[in-house]
């Protein structure tokens, strides 16, 4: 029984497999491939973006927001980098609750999963009709508030068909499409910053109306709401090719941790070169009515404000390649995640079903279905971008809990990459996810919650079926395990619920935040000692390496 992520199962539907047939995952990619890919997954549309929407709710000192953002992801990224070193199988990131909490815990966070990628092609749609929004005939798609006009979501919805008519192309379309979307998503953004740099920076930007404008609760705000969080994941793209790694146990570490790194510096650095090019007139009514021509696309319309008209249309034609080259990747993750949950007997087996292209198509049907509804309940880019940053950091947080279950279960297990002090980080690591999830704000976080009790009604329903009828793939639940999930889950909401970020107040600020750290504190304790004993744990393990041999 595998858990299940977008690259568990790549081998199972690779152009050189058979559709139904098993297959085993070469061992072809080095650091420089392992790195690429996590970059590539970093950079994407959250630097078209991330920039103007961070300094309108925290002013410059979204510098700030991007510094706590990065070391939080790095929190995460160092107990990933154990992991991965730990475990050279594809798909890491949803499989390691499953290996140490049982099939309750894999079928969660593997919806956690699938929720994630569900949402991000959508994002990436948004991203391109925001942009696009230069142009005079794609004006009328967007209203002022940034919602969808009804051509406005035709236009989506035609996009989302595109992603899925490529897919339905094969994955070597896939791939040579996507190389191309990389290089361009990472020199481009390069480019800028030393563009901007060199032609247009002023100092005083960064005080002429107070550095910190909306004081602490701003810049915490902006790392949820404002895309940072959001433009730093991807790291754990590394870990999901570790199937494929040729040296998994030196060069996942090292991967993980140096596009965290690289990441960090492009991002950083096209935050100040942005505030530094502002125009005066721009910022005339403060950061908070930050406002310049062309503002929907902001770095494009900022370059055209301060005379360099020829980038702006570099960036334009960017703001197409950049996001939907992403949105093609996940609209591929998404069927492949509905793939494997089926594989693990927690959906239909209509999900395993493939064309002669070895394609899932019925996920990918799926995917398409699921995108368009996203773009109901969330018309907007930073709507939309709130929402996979908590579902992200939801899916992200199983990691530091594993991480002290393997510490405690399996402490003499061989590990190429030890986390020094290990067993401060991965508590802390937790509870910065967990605030993450709360600065997110409560209108977000209850419409996380439907979607969550959704998959739980969705998924959880099938799996009781699939057990009660004997079904040859019926998962084993290890509800006692998992019975801290829960109420961490509830709990969550109820505190989120009380506190100031969108819900009543209750919980004046840096009380909530107490909450939350105490809170969570509890719940990791609690969890790494609700985990399998070792020999389960080994089981799992054993169970999903052969999986990724071939059998199934």
């Given at each position: 029984m595998a858990s299940t992520d977008q690259l568990a199962i790549q081998s199972d539907i690779s152009p050189a497999n058979t559709p139904s047939g098993g297959s085993k995952l070469r061992?072809?990619?080095?650091?420089?491939?392992?790195?690429?890919?996590?970059?590539?997954?970093?950079?994407?549309?959250?630097?078209?973006?991330?920039?103007?929407?961070?300094?309108?709710?925290a002013g410059p000192a979204a510098i700030i927001s991007w510094g706590i953002g990065a070391i939080a992801i790095a929190l995460l990224a160092f107990v990933h980098a154990e992991l991965g070193g730990m475990f050279a199988a594809a798909g890491g990131t949803a499989r390691y609750p499953h290996y140490t909490f049982g099939g309750l815990a894999g079928m969660s966070f593997g919806w956690f999963s699938w929720l994630q990628a569900a949402t991000v092609a959508p994002i990436e749609v948004e991203a391109m009709i925001g942009y696009a929004g230069h142009w005079s005939f794609a004006q009328h798609f967007l209203h002022a508030d940034g919602t969808l006009t009804p051509s406005g979501f035709a236009v989506a919805v035609l996009l989302m068909g595109v992603f899925v008519a490529v897919n339905f192309l094969g994955v070597r379309i896939l791939a040579l499409t996507?190389?191309?979307?990389?290089?361009?998503?990472?020199?481009?953004?390069?480019?800028?910053?030393?563009?901007?740099?060199?032609?247009?920076?002023?100092?005083?930007?960064?005080?002429?109306?107070?550095?910190?404008?909306?004081?602490?609760?701003?810049?915490?705000?902006?790392?949820?709401?404002?895309?940072?969080?959001f433009a730093l994941l991807g790291f754990e793209q590394a870990i999901q090719l570790s199937?494929?790694?040729?040296?998994?146990?030196?060069?996942?570490?090292?991967?993980?941790?140096?596009?965290?790194?690289?990441?960090?510096?492009?991002?950083?650095?096209?935050?100040?070169?942005?505030?530094?090019?502002?125009?005066?007139?721009?910022?005339?009514?403060?950061?908070?009515?930050?406002?310049?021509?062309?503002?929907?696309?902001?770095?494009?319309?900022?370059?055209?404000?301060?005379?360099?008209?020829?980038?702006?249309?570099?960036?334009?034609?960017?703001?197409?390649?950049?996001?939907?080259?992403?949105?093609?990747?996940?609209t591929t993750a998404t069927s492949r995640i509905s793939y494997g949950l089926s594989k693990n007997g927690y959906a239909p087996r209509l999900f395993e079903r493939t064309d002669r292209r070895g394609v899932p198509w019925f996920g990918l049907v799926m995917s398409f279905i699921t995108g368009v509804v996203c773009f109901l309940p969330f018309p907007s880019w930073q709507q939309l971008v709130s929402f996979i940053t908590s579902a992200s950091v939801l899916m992200y947080a199983g990691a530091p809990l594993a991480f002290g279950a393997l510490?405690?279960?399996?402490?003499?297990?061989?590990?190429?990459?030890?986390?020094?002090?290990?067993?401060?980080?991965?508590?802390?690591?937790?509870?910065?996810?967990?605030?993450?999830?709360?600065?997110?704000?409560?209108?977000?976080?209850?419409?996380?919650?439907?979607?969550?009790?959704l998959g739980y009604l969705l998924l959880g329903g099938y799996a009781a079926y699939a057990i009660?009828?004997?079904?040859?793939?019926?998962?084993?639940?290890?509800?006692?395990?998992?019975?801290?999930?829960?109420?961490?889950?509830?709990?969550?909401?109820?505190?989120?619920?009380?506190?100031g970020f969108g819900g009543t107040g209750n919980l004046p600020l840096w009380w909530d935040m107490a909450v939350i750290a105490a809170f969570a504190t509890a719940i990791y304790y609690w969890a790494v000692n609700s985990a399998l004993p070792a020999e389960e744990i080994e089981r799992n393990v054993d169970e999903v390496d052969v999986v990724d041999a071939g059998g199934h």
């Open positions: 061992r072809e990619v080095g650091l420089i491939g392992l790195l690429w890919a996590s970059v590539g997954s970093i950079i994407g549309s959250g630097w078209l973006f991330g920039a103007k929407n961070a300094v309108v709710v996507n190389s191309v979307a990389t290089w361009l998503k990472i020199a481009v953004p390069l480019g800028t910053i030393f563009i901007l740099a060199v032609t247009n920076f002023h100092g005083s930007n960064f005080t002429s109306h107070g550095f910190a404008p909306f004081g602490a609760k701003g810049v915490l705000a902006a790392i949820s709401t404002s895309g940072i969080i199937g494929e790694s040729r040296n998994p146990k030196r060069d996942i570490p090292r991967a993980v941790l140096g596009s965290v790194t690289i990441g960090t510096l492009i991002y950083t650095l096209l935050q100040v070169v942005f505030i530094a090019a502002l125009p005066a007139a721009a910022i005339a009514g403060g950061w908070g009515k930050l406002d310049f021509a062309g503002i929907s696309g902001p770095f494009a319309g900022l370059a055209t404000v301060v005379g360099l008209g020829w980038l702006a249309y570099v960036l334009y034609f960017d703001a197409l390649v950049s996001p939907g080259g992403t949105g093609l990747i996940y510490r405690a279960r399996l402490p003499e297990r061989e590990r190429s990459y030890r986390l020094p002090a290990g067993g401060v980080v991965a508590p802390v690591s937790f509870v910065v996810a967990s605030l993450i999830i709360y600065w997110s704000g409560w209108d977000i976080l209850m419409r996380l919650g439907f979607a969550i009790l009660r009828k004997g079904l040859p793939n019926a998962p084993r639940l290890d509800w006692k395990a998992a019975r801290w999930l829960p109420v961490y889950l509830i709990g969550m909401g109820l505190i989120s619920w009380q506190g």
